[in-house]
């Protein structure tokens, strides 16, 4: 079974380009959360979504920022106009259920913005 | 709101010392606590997992603590090695899905 994924790995944007970042769930797992983790700073929570809904976006930017996770294909993390304080790296975890009694939470590599 | 800390920040030890990572959260309503590993440019790694019901969990030389009611959770790594050479996290899970992470412990191990 394989893990979750994340791509690309690394990503260099330019001030005021858009980055998009994808995250795969492990298979057969539904809930997806999206963790920001800034330079020497713990990861903080931005989103939760289930499939075709957004469930939690409380600690997701109101401006710029936007997170989907369709019928089909990956969940995506849409950064626009980055600027250089977006530079961070951003973890995608999956779980089956969002029972945090029972399920943890699976991470990914992790994405790794740079924007110059 | 829950804060987690994570003293120390960084730890140097000779091959073959113990680990002692310490970890403290403000809100005891939790339903869990986590130590994570990450290494440089990598993801995060699950170690153990303590239910808020468990004082302790052990998995081969590692062995985490938990204190609910103080606040409280150590890491031990008995007869530490360069490959335990890490970030490690603690993470504690409140009561829904947003997890709260310290801002880790970087470990080095000296051969």
Redesign the interface.
């Given at each position: 079974n394989a893990g979750v994924m994340q791509n690309p790995r690394h990503l260099v944007r330019r001030r005021g380009q858009e980055a998009r970042l994808r995250c795969s769930p492990m298979k057969g797992h539904s809930h997806v959360y999206w963790y920001r983790q800034l330079p020497e700073e713990g990861l903080k929570f931005m989103v939760y979504l289930q499939k075709e809904n957004i469930i939690d976006e409380s600690g997701m930017p109101k401006e710029r920022f936007s997170a989907e996770f369709p019928k089909e294909g990956p969940s995506i993390l849409r950064i626009q106009q980055v600027v250089r304080g977006d530079s961070a790296a951003y973890f995608c975890a999956s779980s089956p259920s969002d029972r945090v009694s029972i399920d943890t939470q699976y991470f990914g590599p992790g994405t790794r913005l740079t924007v110059l | 709101k829950q804060e987690?800390t994570q003293i120390p920040a960084a730890l140097s030890v000779p091959e073959g010392e113990n680990l002692v990572l310490n970890c403290s959260f403000t809100d005891s309503a939790i339903?869990?606590l986590?130590w994570?590993r990450q290494d440089p440019?990598?993801?995060?790694t699950?170690l153990l997992?303590i239910?808020s019901s468990q004082r302790e969990q052990t998995s081969g030389r590692l062995n985490a603590s938990l204190d609910k009611s103080s606040g409280r959770s150590t890491l031990y790594i008995a007869a530490s090695q360069p490959g335990d050479s890490a970030t490690y996290?603690c993470?504690v899970?409140p009561?829904?899905?947003?997890?709260?992470?310290?801002?880790?412990t970087t470990v080095t191990v000296r051969a």
């Open positions: - | 987690v339903y869990n986590q994570f440019g990598k993801g995060l699950s997992l239910q996290l993470a899970t009561n829904d899905y947003k997890l709260s992470f310290g801002a880790g």
